[in-house]
């Protein structure tokens, strides 16, 4: 608190990177040596790590409570109602069990789906005043060709080492599609789902053309953003797990 | 206001020991009128959503963090004029599912033996004029019905007719005090569920004592006699089998004191999710 509150500004987003920094040069003294000399080499911004860590407590509240919630009744239907005695879309091989998960779960599941969007918000803010996305994720034209598309797919496939410092293709098509589209989807099927969201937005729920569509389809879009999980987490192995958990962490990866 | 004290001073002492620069110390200054700011502005923040009915009665620990957010930003988002959807006729679900049996308390099986002639809902206190009222007293009073989406916390759905007599004009009968914020409902046995609402929801046109559903009498598993409809929350919050309705300025001395039965089994007082 000390350091964090002494701390000169050296710039970074609001004075806010460098004081994260110093916190960190004293609670991780042996990752951040090399904090001072090589500030340029910032691999992701203070922002970034720490939305990224706050995303990933939400998310996981989000998929644990989740769970919980979808064993009080793992059965889906489409259109606006359905229940035991209706045709469905979807059993899931999972006994029903009603009571206490679903009960903790809503709770866990709203207080998740808060932190995420707040942490969201700023994300987006930062994102944008810091030219993240535009910088580091919005893919330059030459890259949208099928050959740069198939390069980079194929490349992939032979499980060679990307170049380190920007992301490729693939990733930042994945990245944005999470981001922009999947998290969004969620957020709106969740609004769809609550009756006194949508009675003052009804247009959330009617065009997707029903409440038990909305459910379905948050189901559906929720396996995609694990999906999107598994896939990260493989490869951050294949890259090197620690190296990559260090730099969203500190900022900084191995020097080579 | 002691943890507002200690971030005050440490960063002082910080200050003098590091960098005794002008700049430095104008930083620290602002970073510590910056947090009294905030602390006040806090707590000014809480003192006004106690003011404006925006904190939920089960708001404490963790989870109430969460449940606060959800239920101000609701209540600031819906008017009391936002109704909740509307359907055709024809889009009526042919089955109607439900939860839970009917009371086996002796009381209600006497009633329903008797065709609920004898049942009276009583209605008392924060109310000018106390009343009991018959389910023929009901059905005299205006009638509305509305088809609506009700669905269950646990997913299921069913859309359905609902007739009754809105909840406002027997609160306007009895004479709601102004000091009145929450209706609580009472079923039979003495394992009832109980809950309430605030008045937002109380006096919203929609919400119903309703005696009738899809062209009948209520179906006893859908809560026979007359049960609670409100349509802009969760079907857990349409209290069944109702017997007695309590306005108050106050939901301690109700059970733990957490506004209805829910809570005390691990879910949310607040059910427009």
Sequence with gaps: ?256 | MSDLSSVKTAPHGAGIRTAPHGATRRKIITTGLAAAAGASGLAVATRLADRYGLIPPDHFGLYGVGKTLTYASQRILTTRHSMAREFNRSDISKVCPVNGDPPEDESFQRLLAGGFKDWRLKIDGLVARPASFSLQDLKQFPARSHITHQACEEGWSFIAECVGVPLSYVLNRVGVLPEAKYVFFFSFGPKQKWGSLDMFDAWHPQTLLAYGMNGQEIPLRHGAPVRVRVPRQLGFKSIKYLSRIVVTDTVTGFGKGLGSSSPERGFSWYGGI
């Excluded at chain 1, 409570?65 to 889906?76: K, V």
């Excluded at chain 1, 700023?122 to 996305?133: D, N, Q």
């Excluded at chain 1, 580091?136 to 050959?147: F, N, V």
Aim: charged share 10%.
């Design chain 1, 1 to 256: 608190m000390w350091s964090l509150l002494g701390q000169s500004s050296r710039g970074g987003f609001f004075g806010y990177d460098s004081a994260v920094a110093t916190v960190e040069a004293s609670l991780f003294p042996r990752l951040s040596t090399s904090v001072s000399e090589s500030r340029d080499s910032t691999r992701h911004s203070a922002v970034v790590r720490a939305t990224h860590w706050v995303n990933a407590l939400s998310f996981f509240g989000l998929l644990v409570s989740g769970f919980a919630i979808l064993l009080a009744h793992p059965r889906f239907y489409w259109g606006e109602a359905g229940g035991i005695g209706t045709p469905s879309v979807l059993d899931l091989p999972l006994p029903f069990m009603r009571g206490g998960p679903s009960g903790w779960g809503r709770n866990l599941h709203f207080l998740s789906a808060w932190v995420g969007v707040l942490n969201g918000g700023v994300y987006l803010l930062s994102g944008v005043l810091t030219r993240h996305f535009s910088h580091d994720l919005l893919p330059a034209r030459a890259e949208l060709t099928w050959r740069s598309l198939s390069r980079s797919v194929l490349s992939h496939l032979r499980f060679e080492r990307p170049a380190v410092g920007t992301y490729n293709i693939l990733q930042r098509l994945t990245y944005l599609g999470v981001i922009f589209i999947l998290f969004p989807l969620l957020l709106w099927t969740g609004f769809a789902m609550s009756p006194a969201i949508v009675s003052v937005v009804p247009a959330f729920v009617t065009v997707l053309g029903g409440q038990e569509t909305a459910r379905t389809l948050h189901f559906f879009i929720a396996d995609f953003l694990v999906l999107f999980f598994v896939v990260h987490i493989a490869m951050i192995c294949l890259a090197g797990f620690w190296n990559l958990v260090r730099a969203m962490v500190t900022g900084h990866a191995a020097a080579k």
